[in-house]
Structures are given as C-alpha cells and as structure tokens.
C-alpha cells in the first residue's frame, strides 16, 4: 500500500511562487516581442485640425502620425512633398537611416522600396522629378517633432527623402529644408527599427502609407 | 558586384555609430556647442579633445581648458559680433571651431577657413599680441575665398614696386612675421610679403582693427594708400552696409 505524502505549507508556497514565474515570464515575452504595446494609435477623424488641408498622416507599424506641414515656411519643399504623397511614392518605402532618440529618415523612392531594396545603394535615390533648390531662410525652429527634407552634402539637392526628428537640433536652422511638423505620434516614431552601431537598417521597418487628409 | 555589396553593407553596418550633429554638419570630430545663440547667428564650437582633418590627417588642433575658452570667446564675440549676418551669409561662414595649437602640416596657424563647409578654425591660444588682428585676417580668407573674382591678385600686385616678387605660397617663405613696420614701404608687416592674398588678409587685419596706424601709415606710403583703397572699394561691392569701424 503506497502511502499517501501530505503537502507541506512550503512546498504549497513554492508551488505558486513558481506558477507565478512561469505567468510573468510567459507574459512578458508576449509583451517584450509586441513594441507597439502601450502606445497610442491616433485617429486623424476625431481630431480637429485648424488647417487639415495640410495634414498628411504617416502609417508606420505602430500606428499613425499626424503631420502639419508648413507651405507658408517653405512653399516648393512642401509642393514636393505633397505631390510625391498624392502619388502615393511613400508607400512601403523604408526608414533606411534611424539614429535612436534624434532622427529617423525615410524616403529613397529609388533604392529603398520593400520589393527593390538595395542595401549597397539606400539613401543615394532619387524621386525621378529631379531636385529642388533648398529653402532655409526661414526662422524655423528644428524642435523635436519637425520634419525636413534630407539633402547631400551640397545645398539645392533636396528631391524625395525626409527625416522627422526625435529631439530638438538647434543646428539643422538654416541648414536643412523644413516642411512641417509632427503634432501626434512622435512616440510612434520612437519604435521604429534602429540600429545599435550604425546609422543604416539592416531589415528596415517600412512606411506602410503616407496620404494627405483632405 | 555580389562581394561590392556585402563589402559596403558590412561597412554600413561596422563603421562606427557617428550620430552628432556637429560632426554631421562639419566633418570635424570631437566638438560641443559652446554658443549658439548669437547676434550674427554664429554658431560656436570648442573641441572635447584633440582632433585631426584633411585627408592626410595633417591638420591638428587640441582641447582648451574652460577658463582659456572664457576669456578668448569673449574677445573672438566682441570681434566678429562685427559681422552682420548678412554679410557673413555671402562669405559663406556660419560656424567657429575655438581650440588651441592648431597646426597644418605642423606649422602653427592663427586659423583655418573652410568656405566650403562654412566654418573658421581659430587657435584660441595663437600669439596674444597678434590675437585679436588674426581673426580678421582669417576672416578676410573666407571673403577672398567666395569673392576671388571681385580680389584680383594680378592687380593687386600691379600696386607694389615692379621690381617686388611675392614668394609661390604663404608657408614656402621665412616672412612670417606679424608686426608692424616702422617704415612700410608698401607692406604693413613681413608676412604681407609673402603672397598676394596674406598682403590683402594683413590689410584688411589692419583696417579693422586698427584705423589709427592705417591713417597714419598712408600718408606717407601711396601703394599702401592704393591698397587699402582696393580693399575698401571692394569690401563695399559686397556689402554697400559694411563698415570697417567699430
């Protein structure tokens, strides 16, 4: 006859103690692999807009961000810009440039698409409407949120790339081409695959649209 | 093609992470804001440690403590404060880089303009007797450098004596002293010698910084008399709001 073994108040303990660590790590792994978690989607619909003739909302993995932009600081960067989103020349373009915390870049229509990406090439592309001269005589402030268009080393270079910055850049005034704003989502952007030793994405996070509001 | 490829993606993905603006801007490492918020809207930077330029490297220059920053930066202000912005727009100059023993090529220099990437180098530790003319004269690079076709060195050479030769470049010379001539005779120091565009930077130096010894000097010396002139009437076709007093 086998004997019946009573459970002690310690091995009770010890039972749950380790039902507990199983939940928590099991959780947290769900939570760890989901980096959209706790963020806010914003919904361009329930929000009213002074302007909303020049909002243009960004769908990006974790959700949207809803950008004002600015003809009046920098009317051709702005036409660009706009007509390369009526075009709908963004979608599935990738952020090949992310710096954590200051900058992410997106906007290689040539070599930064999600069927033709080409690692040896991004960054380098052009739009096909050829450049524009730059616009910097403005007194913009590059506080963090604000967008620009990307250029080479040269002014009057800029075509399609743009980067939203993540922190103020005091020293991008006068230096690069500002066309507007981000009045929602930064910390969306914020999640947007980074390289740790580089500037430049290996499996980038891609734009999934980018279209005006109105 | 494959192995150019994976080369320059392992060379994205390896070269070191070089996230500051600063170096963005200038391609000049190891920098920090000093001050930014200027009248002129000159940027200014100091160095956090020595750095190295230029494509062999031969451009040095270190790291001051903050109490030589302090009191250099106040004369380095006080002197391009001079400069309005819109005259500094066209000579193309928008950023100060302060730091001590600059050298290129192992030879000391008061400073280093760089047009093209709108920025002066200056040696906030260079001869203090000469400190305060030096900005100027540097200052006078940036404006030769976006304005040559306005500073024609031909005539400007057609002012000295006939006989009188510049050496082939500023460094291949042993004329490099900065003070003033008693007698002038056409140059108001021995670097003035040296070429033609260090004879226009000592001049201008000269007409900003110190308007007594130029009146004084001209009077008796015509082809000094002539070249300021020069510098003058030229400086104003730039900028007719320029003014060479304080």
């Not at chain 1, 810009?81 to 710096?99: Q, W």
Request: proline share 3%.
């Amino acid at each position: 006859m086998i004997k019946k073994i009573k459970v002690t108040t310690l091995e009770r303990i010890l039972l749950i103690f380790v039902i507990i660590l199983a939940i928590f790590t099991f959780s947290s792994l769900i939570i760890l692999k989901n980096k959209c978690m706790f963020l806010e989607n914003y919904n361009p619909d329930k929000i009213k807009f002074s302007k909303p003739e020049n909002i243009a909302v960004l769908n990006v993995p974790c959700g949207n961000v809803i950008i004002e932009l600015y003809p009046d600081v920098s009317k051709n960067a702005v036409e660009r810009f706009k007509l390369l989103i009526n075009s709908k020349a963004y979608d599935e373009v990738a952020f090949h440039r992310v710096i954590k915390d200051k900058l992410v870049q997106a906007g290689d229509l040539e070599f930064g698409r999600k069927n033709s990406l080409d690692y040896g090439k991004i960054g380098t592309g052009a739009s096909g409407y050829g450049t524009i001269n730059s616009e910097l005589d403005s007194n913009f402030k590059f506080t963090k949120g604000s967008v620009g268009l990307a250029r080479t080393f040269k002014n009057n270079t800029e075509d399609s790339q743009f980067f939203i910055i993540l922190q103020d850049e005091p020293l991008f005034e006068g230096e690069y081409t500002p066309v507007g704003k981000v009045l929602y989502g930064l910390e969306i952007l914020k999640k947007i695959k980074h390289p740790d030793y580089s500037e430049y994405v290996l499996r980038p996070d891609f734009i999934n649209t980018l279209r005006m509001y109105e | 093609m494959f192995l150019i490829k994976i080369t320059l993606l392992l060379f994205f993905l390896i070269s070191p992470l070089k996230a500051d603006a600063i170096y963005n801007l200038i391609k000049i490492p190891n920098l920090k804001i000093y001050e930014i918020k200027t009248k002129n809207k000159l940027k200014y930077f100091s160095a956090t440690k020595p750095f190295r330029l230029g494509v062999k490297k031969n451009i040095t220059c270190s790291n001051s403590n903050e109490e030589t920053l302090k009191s250099k930066y106040k004369i380095i202000y006080k002197n391009l404060n001079r400069y309005s912005h819109e005259f500094l727009k066209k000579i193309n100059l928008k950023y100060i880089v302060l730091c001590e023993d600059l050298s290129i090529s192992e030879i000391n220099t008061a400073g280093i303009p760089d047009s093209e990437m709108k920025t002066l180098i200056l040696d906030i530790k260079f001869n203090k007797n000469y400190f305060e003319r030096s900005i100027h004269h540097e200052i006078f690079h940036m404006i030769n450098d976006s304005f040559s076709n306005i500073f024609d060195e031909e005539v400007w050479k057609s002012l000295n004596k006939k006989k009188f030769k510049y050496a082939e470049c500023s460094t291949c010379t042993d004329k490099i002293n900065l003070s003033t001539y008693n007698k002038t005779e056409g140059f108001f120091t021995e670097y003035s010698k040296s070429t033609a565009s260090e004879d226009m930077a000592e001049v201008f130096s000269y007409l900003m910084f110190d308007k007594n010894i130029v009146e004084e000097k001209i009077i008796n010396d015509i082809i000094l008399k002539k070249k300021v002139f020069f510098l003058k009437e030229n400086i104003l076709k730039i900028d007719s709001k320029f003014k060479f007093d304080d």
